[in-house]
């Protein structure tokens, strides 16, 4: 068997004659028939449902995350959405971890309620003591490891044998890993979900959201949420997420090894308190990363030491090279200032922490360059010359 990164590269779909490497891009919403029967009888009959670009996408997916089935949706969030939906109706309970991506945990609290749906938010280090959450009416368990923003760890195979053995769905958002650095279906997950906007379109210039699972009562239900609520991914986004998929491994790797030597020069940093990163084996999850996780992708937290008065704004004021904006997973590195959209129930968050929380996103650029940034950026942090 060829490895994965070259299965990726080579799937193709039934293309019409043509030999191009990359697929047409077919933009539609009217696909034309000849006879009333092709009209009512083809599959698909209209874009929303995409067309063999689509197909494609979904091909190659499946060849990532080693599925049988994907529904693409248009973004990240949407993506979530729809696998959380799919496996709840009235009168049940979701759990989803207390590191969930913000809006997902939104999704959650706020519209599963208005469904008739409660939710409850665990510790994600909560492992095998999921089952004492789990209540007669649990219809789904949201994983997402590392968590977004504290990048804990979840133990997947702990919660998914439990969520089986109890015939539970267990939905794993497998945005930081890829599809590459973790496998999520092969630790006993039913569905996997990927905001595409990051490491698979990879350059910031697209949104997309997959769905993935091998089960095909849940494909079925994916499917009917999928068409309830018009769902879909426009052309162009697949195209560029499809093209992104050719060069995942490699930039991963890059990202991977970038952000390993800036992590690894951040914890030796005064101004630093704590590098949140599971590839560090200053890392409470290590063991579970290195159980679990063939690599590391760009993104960590990092925890300074207390801030002098105006310290943060001098910080951030130097940062060039490091962009102020959400999302990530593009060419470009990245740099947030965390603590405004940190909600958190378990664990202590706000209180026990030396200073602020920051978020990293390290891009393609060259570390050292990435590094002479940081190091003018702490020194104006400390105070004005
Ligand atoms: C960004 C992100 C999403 C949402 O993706 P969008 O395409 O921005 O909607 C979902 N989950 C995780 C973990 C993310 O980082």
Redesign the pocket.
């Known amino acids: 068997m060829k490895r994965p990164e070259t299965r990726i590269i080579h799937t193709r779909g039934q293309r019409l004659g043509s030999v191009t490497v990359n697929p047409p891009v077919e933009r539609a919403s009217t696909v034309l028939f000849q006879t009333e029967k092709a009209l009512y009888d083809s599959k698909p009959g209209y874009g929303r449902m995409g067309l063999s670009l689509h197909r494609e996408l979904e091909a190659a997916l499946c060849e990532l995350e080693g599925a049988s089935h994907v529904r693409l949706a248009?973004?990240?969030?949407?993506?979530?959405v729809l696998a959380i939906a799919s496996c709840v109706e009235a009168g049940g309970h979701v759990l989803f971890p207390d590191s969930?991506?913000g809006?997902?945990a939104r999704f959650c609290e706020r519209r599963l309620k208005i469904m008739g749906v409660s939710a409850t938010r665990y510790d994600p280090r909560i492992g095998g003591g999921i089952a004492d959450m789990i209540r007669p009416e649990t219809q789904a368990i949201f994983i997402?490891s590392p968590g977004?923003l504290t990048f804990e760890l979840s133990d997947i195979p702990a919660i998914t044998t439990v969520a089986r053995e109890r015939g539970i769905p267990t939905i794993v958002?497998n945005?930081?890993g890829a599809g590459y650095f973790l496998k999520p279906l092969a630790l006993g997950a039913d569905i996997v979900?990927?905001?595409?906007?990051?490491y698979i379109v990879g350059h910031a210039d697209a949104?997309?959201?997959a769905v993935i699972t091998s089960d095909n009562r849940l494909y079925s239900s994916i499917c009917a949420t999928s068409e309830d609520y018009g769902i879909g991914l426009a052309p162009d986004d697949a195209y560029l997420a499809l093209r992104g998929l050719r060069t995942l491994h490699t930039r991963l790797h890059a990202h991977e090894a970038a952000a390993l030597d800036l992590a690894n020069w951040l914890a030796a940093r005064p101004e630093v308190s704590e590098v949140l990163h599971p590839a560090l084996p200053s890392s409470p999850d290590h063991t579970l990363w290195k159980r679990d996780f063939t690599g590391s992708s760009g993104?960590f937290g990092v925890i300074l030491n207390a801030v002098p008065e105006g310290g943060m704004d001098r910080f951030l004021a130097e940062l060039h090279l490091f962009g102020m904006g959400?999302?990530?997973?593009g060419f470009e590195s990245l740099l947030i200032p965390c603590d405004e959209q940190l909600t958190r129930s378990t664990g202590n968050w706000t209180d026990n922490r030396a200073g602020p929380l920051l978020r990293i996103h390290v891009g393609l650029e060259a570390v050292s360059d990435l590094k002479a940034e940081l190091d003018t950026a702490f020194a104006a942090l400390k105070g004005p010359a």
Not at 74 to 80: E, K, T, W
Not at 326 to 329: A, H, Q
Request: charged share 10%; proline share 3%.
């Open positions: 248009s973004n990240g969030l949407q993506a979530c969930a991506y809006p997902t997402e977004s958002d945005t930081w979900v990927h905001a595409m906007t990051k949104f997309g959201g993104l959400f999302s990530w997973g």
